[in-house]
């Protein structure tokens, strides 16, 4: 007998349906590899409803529904939920994919609903930046009290198992440094003036069109989500303990062409650089800011949206991960490994 | 109170060395971050004979005594034991270390050695490739069996978490190619040759004299090191079956120096390529051969002792791993990790 894991969608934009494709195409492989019978149980929308049934919930015709601008009311079972407070308190579901919009500012509510679940003992997969970010060392220590797990690999460089390299490939290592370019639509716009002359305005309307791109680019081209996911490898991998106010950062949007020109000219390009380092106090301090790499090296070889991170360890000297065509479907697989993860016990 | 774990040393030439060196150094971190006593008992030498003491053993005299060209026997206690035989047989340790030689032909001895630990219940975590290349699937099922560990991080890229980035960031993805530069002797002579206009044998005496070339250097340059190495990788990765010898094999013995120059004119780099692919007909095929890459290219970019490995997956479009640096205390480390993994029960 499989051993039958239980999962709900809170959240079901462009990665949680990725997920939900993704997961009805594996679920044949999780049962042979990982004697893993998964069974969606609830999904809670943003805008189409959403539908909880214990015995096992009919996750194509929910995302049927929700790709035709439907609503998930008819697949609900028992007495009706009223909104995600509800479905957060009562949904009965081993494992909850959170993936609802990161906030910047704070990390909520996404903060308190992942609380709120691992406190009833509920494992949290989530690809939201904003919870980790802001509560890492909270939300994981009511983990381990709870036996629950938290893992969220998806929230840095998709699913590249970025996270998971530091649990199982560094054990007893010490991370001294962790450098790297984590934020696509910024790389991709300095590639584009690199390579086809266009101004930062030009570029980063081919990213916006394209979808590459937010209408507010704001959170991209301002270093924020690359500060981010900073703070994440600082607070997870060197122990750190910063927010991402704490973070040195210099965005990309004064970059003129004559810039990257003149980096041209001098055999270098720039890269939004991110870097967390302990410093000689042992505290760990992190920064964004362009930066002007060799061309010929690793790091300007890093071209559109890929991305790349290098960890400096008192053990391995110098590793590199690099991730390449990133989408809503790498950053769903990331989910799909921290579930199989959590469910072998590897959150213990 | 920690969990006590026993081991022994079978093979202490560089590698064995830097491990213990690097155990002495992590006792405490092994203790604070995995509750983790970590007993030597055991170390068994080429050519300074063998020493076990359940009790516990002293690492450090040990390492000095063959260090300075002395013998193990006077650190042994209880009744003196014959050959290395005797201790595959009776060693009281939980998990053994296995760094002897690499035996291209046939991986033995060391296939029989780590055959006959498994069976007895023991842990091996193995450094060596033969054991690996030849009996992949018969040592990992005994080890099953026998509900022990059997992990060999450093056999690909020293101690860079390749295999396990297989078993933890990659579950539930199938591998549909491994591409990857993996012999760093090679690697170092071809970057010697476009670099500085070296013959092949210029580059070649380099490498010796510097120590990253054998005297007998046939294993590297003729591409036997990489197809081994490629195969561990086809077999564990990607459920092949293959020998050495079925890898389609072509060194860089015959590269002249006029090839390497007219790759460079042609904007590229030639670079000793392995590869593991699945075929059509679902049979996994593996070559090595030197290739011609594009200049700006990540692989071009791989200079030196550098090396690197690139996943094509079905989930994860691309994933690649780049080690720099490598050396006996970084293949010791992956032994390291593959001791906490097995300690923490991720064999299982």
New interface residues.
């Given amino acids: 007998m499989p051993d039958r894991l239980t999962v709900a969608f809170l959240g079901f934009g462009n990665v949680g349906r990725a997920l939900a494709d ?1 997961l009805l195409r ?1 679920l044949d ?2 049962r042979a ?2 004697d893993l019978a998964v069974v969606p149980v609830g999904v809670a929308t943003g805008g189409h409803g959403l539908a909880v049934d214990p015995a096992g919930l009919d996750l194509a015709a929910a995302l049927d529904a929700v790709r035709s601008g439907g609503d998930l009311a008819a697949l609900h079972a028992g007495t009706p939920l009223g909104a995600t407070a509800d479905f957060i308190a009562t949904c009965p579901a081993d494992l909850v994919f959170e993936t609802i919009p990161t906030n910047p500012q704070d990390g909520e509510p996404a903060l308190s609903y992942d609380r709120a679940l691992l406190d009833r003992g509920v494992h949290v997969a989530t690809a939201n930046k904003g919870p980790v970010a802001f509560g890492y060392r909270e939300l994981s220590a009511l983990a381990r009290e709870r036996g629950v797990g938290f893992f969220f690999e998806s929230t840095v460089m ?4 970025v996270l ?2 530091g ?8 991370v001294r440094r962790v450098t790297g370019i984590f934020n696509s639509t910024t790389n991709y716009i300095l590639t584009r003036m690199e390579r086809d002359g266009m101004t930062f305005d030009e570029a980063l309307r081919e990213a916006q069109a394209i979808g590459i791109a937010e209408t507010d680019p704001t959170l991209d081209v301002d270093g924020w989500d690359a500060a981010i996911k900073t703070v994440i490898l600082a607070n997870v991998l060197m122990d750190g303990d910063l927010r991402p106010a704490d973070v040195e950062r210099e965005g990309i949007r004064d970059i003129a062409l004559a810039d990257v020109e003149s980096a041209e000219a001098a055999g270098e390009r720039i890269r939004l650089l991110c870097e967390a380092v302990r410093a000689e106090d042992g505290a760990v301090r992190a920064s964004v800011r362009p930066t002007r790499v060799p061309i ?3 790091l300007a ?1 890093v071209t559109g949206t890929t991305s790349i991170v290098d960890f400096e360890t008192d ?11 990133p989408g809503p ?2 950053t769903a ?1 990331g989910l ?2 921290d579930m ?2 959590i469910a072998r ?2 959150h213990r």
């Fill in positions: 993704l594996k492989t999780l590899d990982y998709d699913g590249a198992p998971a390299v649990r199982e490939g560094l054990p007893a290592a010490r010929g090296g690793v070889g053990t391995l000297h110098r590793l590199t991960i690099l991730e390449h065509d479907e790498t697989y799909l490994a199989v993860n016990g590897r």
